[in-house]
């Protein structure tokens, strides 16, 4: 087995993306916590601690444990940038790599827009690698990147702006959601502003918005999306097809008669854990066991603070039912005052099963568990009705809100 890598062994969650920012965000959590449990009290978190920590969770950028794992692993690591050359071949700097199966996991770049990309900026990769807190801070977009870097920047000392040209944050994730963070964030001291795009930018910075407003800031930090590294491989001499997202693939993560493509660049869904449950069915494959994807329940978990964390789907001819975080026993021996948070569920009338999940609150991404297995089993809500949950958790909400969807559907 050969590995292709221009960059860093491990990619981009390793090094710019989950890792670091789970890492930095988990120090302005506890300190926030602090803030809103009695008795106790926090001071901003000390940066150089912080930067530390990120710094130590990355190896300083440093791949080498990485690079000896694959050497565990009986893996030849080749440096540089691969393209095929025909059917069964791939070139790195003029030398010829011979395969059986070629598997394609170049993932996704961040996409900057052309009214910003002439002006000095951040992506995610400078701000998860940065040793300084800017005295003021634009994030331009609010997706999950976004959402997330703004309330840690603010949280560390920054005046933060967060301007988004749809009409709430986290656009694809349902609007209770989005609703929340934006009065969180505002608590939060961040400066919300929904439905304004950025018409220019100058050095400096400052940035003319689509509301007549001008805004001057120390740093910018575009998170306005990603899109797949399909550039230069010349996989079409293989007969694969890049369409709009990235590489098509089939059920099985096929792209073409002997090669497969994972992860960001088949651009299906964007998510870590989904690039290694793809890389888990081509190996299957691989192995002669036909397997085929299944992304009725893909969970995603933005972690924020409160965290959102959602599974399934929840548009269209669906029911719901909601119960509030606050009307569930363990939010009061969490913190107080407690933050507000809920839980949604989804359900269809007419196979009465679940088949979606919105989660706001704390460590909601760990126990959104249960909502994961329940979508991608089908359970029907009677059972799900009748599962004990431990007392006091944040999980018991979903019992009541279970007792509240079957009401709906009785």
């Not at 803030?35 to 978190?45: I, S, T």
């Not at 909400?397 to 009785?410: G, K, P, Y």
Request: aromatic share 6%; glycine share 10%; charged share 25%.
């Amino acid at each position: 087995m050969t590995l292709v890598e221009s960059r860093l062994v491990g990619g981009e969650c390793s090094y710019y993306a989950c890792m670091p920012t789970k890492t930095m965000l988990r120090a302005t959590e506890l300190s926030a916590s602090l803030d809103r449990a009695p008795g106790l009290g926090a001071e901003r978190p000390d940066a150089a601690g912080v930067w530390s920590w990120r710094d130590w969770m990355t190896s300083d950028w440093d791949d080498a444990g990485q690079v000896a794992w694959l050497e565990e692993q009986n893996c030849s690591l080749v440096r540089g940038e691969a393209q095929v050359a025909r059917p069964g071949v791939v070139t790195v700097g003029g030398q010829e790599l011979r395969y059986d199966a070629l598997v394609v996991a170049t993932g996704s770049r961040p996409v900057v827009p052309d009214g910003v990309a002439g002006v000095e900026h951040w992506t995610n990769r400078e701000a998860t690698s940065t040793h300084e807190v800017p005295e003021s801070l634009a994030v331009l977009g609010s997706g999950p990147v976004g959402a997330e870097l703004a309330q840690f920047f603010a949280r560390m000392g920054s005046r933060v702006t967060v301007i988004e040209r749809g009409e709430r944050l986290l656009g694809r994730v349902h609007a209770d959601a989005g609703a929340l963070l934006a009065d969180v964030f505002r608590d939060d001291g961040i400066d919300v502003r929904l439905g304004v795009s950025v018409e220019g930018a100058e050095p400096g910075i400052r940035l003319s918005l689509s509301d007549g407003s001008t805004l001057d800031c120390e740093r910018l930090l575009v998170a306005t999306g990603r899109t797949a590294n399909t550039d230069g491989l010349n996989l079409e001499a293989v007969g694969c097809t890049i369409g709009r997202r990235g590489v098509e693939v089939d059920d099985r993560c096929r792209a073409a008669d002997g090669v497969w493509a994972i992860g960001d660049v088949n651009g299906i869904a964007q998510f870590t854990h989904v690039g290694k449950y793809q890389a888990r069915v081509v190996a299957a494959n691989l192995c002669g066991r036909e397997t085929r994807a299944d992304y009725r329940a893909i969970p995603a978990g933005i972690f924020t603070d409160p965290e959102i964390a959602t599974v399934g789907r929840t548009e269209g001819e669906l029911v719901s039912a909601r119960w509030e975080l606050s009307a569930t026993p363990r939010t009061s021996t969490y913190e107080k005052p407690a933050r507000d948070g809920f839980v949604r569920l989804f359900a269809d009338p007419a196979e009465r099963v679940l088949v979606g999940a919105v989660a706001v609150g704390p460590q909601a991404t760990e126990w959104l568990g249960q909502l994961t297995l329940a979508v991608r089993s089908a359970t029907p809500v009677d059972v799900l009705l009748d599962t004990i949950q431990p007392y006091p958790t944040f999980s018991e909400a979903i019992f009541f809100a279970l007792r509240e969807l079957a009401d709906q559907i009785s």
